[in-house]
């Protein structure tokens, strides 16, 4: 079936950028998106990229979109410890697929 | 803003018992969602429903039923709750395909 795939785990310092990846294998996409699940907490939609585009800038938050590669990141700038949560990327294709999560902790 | 609730944050329950699981969203969605998650696993879809009345099974239904009487509101059943079922559900609604928006989540434990 159709599948994505997120790292489990990435640490970092504050203050420097985080590079979250994820790669996915239904072309069928219409949507990608990106949640952010804090701890105890369900889901909040943190933004989401069309497939036709190939990048959005949303303040410390940074899309990239390779369709064909079937890859996606996000990148925040000027990493805080308020950002430490689970990522999750999503891939809104024939249903919308998650991936596992990546659990991002920052580090003071 | 939309707001989905659920009936409980943490529940704890005996093997064999009924578990019910409800789910409310107040802005009118279509779809609704009911998901489990666990380490390393992600989010697992079990069932989803598209209309009153309607349902569709996700990708591991089994063990669970639902009920979607009222357009706002839709409840995971667990039969015959079992160790194995002991998870985070988190419910989803949305309007139509796309975006979906999550209530916090319902820890289950089931001893």
């Known amino acids: 079936g159709e599948d994505v795939e997120q790292s489990l785990f990435l640490s970092v310092r504050e203050g420097d950028s985080s590079v979250i990846n994820c790669t996915y294998t239904?072309?069928?996409?219409?949507?990608l998106y990106w949640y952010k699940q804090e701890p105890g907490a369900g889901l909040q939609l943190l933004t989401y990229?069309?497939?036709?585009?190939d990048m959005k800038q949303d303040q410390r938050l940074t899309v990239l979109l390779n369709k064909k590669d079937k890859h996606l990141s996000l990148r925040i700038a000027d990493t805080q410890t308020g950002d430490s949560a689970i990522y999750f990327c999503?891939?809104?294709?024939?249903?919308?697929?998650f991936g596992q999560g990546t659990e991002l902790s920052v580090k003071p | 803003d939309v707001k989905v609730t659920q009936s409980s944050r943490y529940l704890v329950k005996r093997t064999g018992e009924k578990v019910f699981l409800e789910c409310v969203q107040d802005?009118?969605?279509?779809?609704m969602f009911w998901y489990r998650q666990d380490p390393g696993l992600g989010l697992r879809l079990i069932y989803f429903?598209?209309?009153?009345?309607?349902?569709e099974k996700g990708d591991i239904p089994e063990g669970y039923s639902v009920s979607r009487e009222k357009k706002e509101r839709f409840s995971l059943i667990l039969e015959s709750a079992s160790t194995n079922q002991t998870s985070m559900y988190l419910c989803?609604?949305?309007?139509?395909?796309?975006?979906?928006?999550f209530g916090p989540g319902t820890r289950l434990t089931v001893t």
């Open positions: 990229i069309f497939s036709n585009m």
């Open positions: 999503a891939n809104q294709g024939g249903k919308l697929i």
């Open positions: 239904d072309s069928s996409s219409t949507y």
């Open positions: 989803a609604s949305a309007a139509g395909a796309g975006e979906q928006y």
């Open positions: 429903s598209y209309d009153v009345k309607m349902k």
């Open positions: 802005m009118d969605h279509e779809n």
